[in-house]
């Protein structure tokens, strides 16, 4: 078995942001040389997530959206957390938008439905993240 652990680091000038990250993780799949397998790739922090899903801008503002409607960040009093800190809701919009994604790879390539794209999801931004890519297989 051959497997490959990279991570990819970023940093968002406002807090809430969207990356498209696919062909970063595209260019760790062909690095690997990996043709049949499975690549993992989480966020490495709790206020911050990876999910797959389409490459719309007018879906990013759904999500801002609906996201601010669960959790709003203001007022930030309104959260036990913050004691403190002032990031509750950005724990509670990483729970809602998951840790990580696994996506098959079949011949060489991840294996996506015709939209399915992946994202990192910041949700406290400002500062350095870090996202975990590891692929495995033959
Ligand atoms: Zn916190």
């Known amino acids: 078995m051959k497997s490959l652990t ?3 680091w970023f940093h ?3 807090r809430r942001a969207f990356f498209n990250i696919t062909p970063q993780v595209e260019e760790l799949v062909r690095r690997s040389g990996i043709n049949e397998g499975l690549c993992l ?3 490495m922090h709790i206020t911050a997530s990876v ?3 389409d490459d719309e801008p007018g879906l990013h503002q759904d999500y801002e959206r609906w996201l601010e409607k669960l959790a709003p960040h203001a007022p930030t009093s309104q959260y036990d957390h913050n004691n403190g800190e002032d990031n509750a809701d950005a724990h509670l919009k990483r729970t809602v938008m998951g840790r990580e994604v696994v996506v ?3 011949d060489g390539r991840l294996d996506f439905g015709t939209w399915e794209r992946i994202f990192y999801g910041e ?3 400002r ?3 870090r996202v975990l890519v590891k692929i495995i297989g033959e």
């Open 41 to 43: 790739v989480n966020a």
């Open 6 to 8: 990279e991570y990819l």
């Open 104 to 106: 098959a790879i079949t």
């Open 51 to 53: 999910f797959i899903n």
């Open 12 to 14: 968002a000038d406002t």
């Open 123 to 125: 949700f406290d931004g």
């Open 127 to 129: 500062r350095k993240k």
